[in-house]
C-alpha cells in the first residue's frame, strides 16, 4: 500500500531524481546529517501542511535528521515487484504521477483532494480509504 508516495519504476535500482538531488544539496549539512524535513521548506509551508498547532509542534518533534550520504546509495527493487498486489492513495498533486503509473500496472488507486501529511491531520478519512483499497487488491 502506497500513501502518497513515490513509486519506483518497474527496474532497479531506485535513484533519488536530478531536481532531488539539488534540493538536498542546496541544503545545510550538520555532523554529515541534513535538517528535519519541515526545515527544508518555509515554515509557512508546514502551517499550510498541518493546521493545528499542537499536532504540528508534535509531528516536527518527531522528525529525524538523516544522513546526507542517505540519499547517495541506491535502492534495489526486486524483478517484477510491480506485479504483486499493491494499491496507491494518492493525497497531493505532487504525486499524480506515482498515482498514474499505478493505474496503469492495475492496481486499486484512488485520489483524495487533500495534502501530504493529511495522514496524520485526517487519520480516520485516509484509513477509511487505505481499508477500502486494500479490500480492492487481489
Do not use: K
Not at 531506485?14 to 531536481?19: I, Q, V, Y
Request: aromatic residues 10%; glycine residues 6%.
Amino acid at each position: 500500500m502506497f500513501v502518497d508516495a513515490l513509486v519506483p519504476g518497474p527496474t532497479s535500482p531506485l535513484r533519488p531524481s536530478g531536481p532531488f538531488i539539488e534540493l538536498v544539496d542546496a541544503l545545510p549539512v550538520a555532523d554529515g546529517r541534513l535538517p528535519p524535513w519541515n526545515e527544508w521548506w518555509p515554515p509557512e509551508v508546514m502551517v499550510e501542511l498541518v493546521p493545528d498547532d499542537e499536532l504540528r509542534r508534535r509531528l516536527t518533534a518527531e522528525l529525524p535528521r538523516v544522513s546526507r550520504s542517505f540519499y547517495d546509495e541506491p535502492v534495489a527493487v526486486p524483478d517484477r515487484w510491480f506485479e504483486r498486489p499493491n494499491a496507491y492513495l494518492q493525497l497531493s498533486p505532487a504525486y499524480d504521477d506515482d498515482h498514474d503509473r499505478a493505474a496503469a500496472w492495475g492496481w486499486p488507486t484512488r485520489r483524495l483532494d487533500g495534502r501530504h501529511l493529511d495522514l496524520c491531520v485526517h487519520p480516520g478519512r485516509v484509513a477509511e480509504q487505505v481499508s477500502d483499497l486494500l479490500g480492492d487488491v487481489r
